[in-house]
């Protein structure tokens, strides 16, 4: 007779059986798609945030262009601008030249060619040149193209300037070219 409980018990585990597993599958799968819902709700919110940032890279990207175009052009507009001031300061001489080269009397040719050197003077203090000193020698300003031998003038002393030199700020625009003493 134990014998037949425990078959019949089985029987009713074995009958019982799917139904649990059923019950069991039907929890796992909506499990499983509560997980998958939650999953897909991340990632949307993932690609909403990708998206933004792409949109954001963009016009960062467009900014920059912009901003690079602008530049350059201000760039060009500073050269073009320096060009024409530099010219507009120059005009004045190009002016006595040809006032001077109009006349046939030496002491108004002697004249304009005066005003020729002022006007030309003034034009280079406008664009803040500088004519370079030439007392002593040095190699960051001058070209020292003779050099002599001479008691009467110190170590390093300019004797004669053959040419003149200019400089803006530190920047030399040419060397004076001079004779040196050593």
């Known amino acids: 007779m134990e014998e037949n409980k425990t078959v019949a018990a089985e029987e009713t585990v074995e009958k019982a059986t799917p ?3 059923a019950k069991a599958e039907k929890k796992k799968i909506k499990s499983l ?12 919110e993932k690609q909403e945030e990708c998206d933004s940032l ?30 024409s001031d530099c010219i507009a300061n120059l005009l004045p001489i190009l002016d006595n030249l040809e006032r001077a ?4 009397n030496m002491e108004a040719v ?14 280079m203090e406008k664009m803040g040149i500088k004519e370079i000193e030439c ?14 031998e001479d008691e ?3 170590e390093g002393e300019i004797v004669e300037v053959f ?20």
Do not use: C, W
């Open 163 to 182: 040419q003149k030199g200019y400089i803006k700020g530190d920047k030399v625009i040419r060397y004076a070219m001079v004779q040196v003493a050593n």
């Open 33 to 44: 798609e509560v997980e998958v819902s939650r999953l897909q709700k991340q990632l949307e």
């Open 54 to 83: 792409n949109d954001r890279y963009a016009r960062m990207m467009a900014e920059y262009d912009n901003f690079r175009k602008r530049s350059a052009k201000e760039k060009e507009g500073v050269y073009a601008d320096a060009y």
């Open 135 to 148: 007392k002593t020698f040095d190699p960051n300003l001058h070209n020292a193209v003779m050099h002599i």
């Open 110 to 123: 002697r004249k304009g060619l005066e005003m020729t050197v002022k006007a030309f003077d003034d034009a």
């Open 152 to 154: 009467q003038y110190g």
């Open 101 to 104: 080269s109009g006349s046939d």
């Open 19 to 21: 139904k649990a597993d």
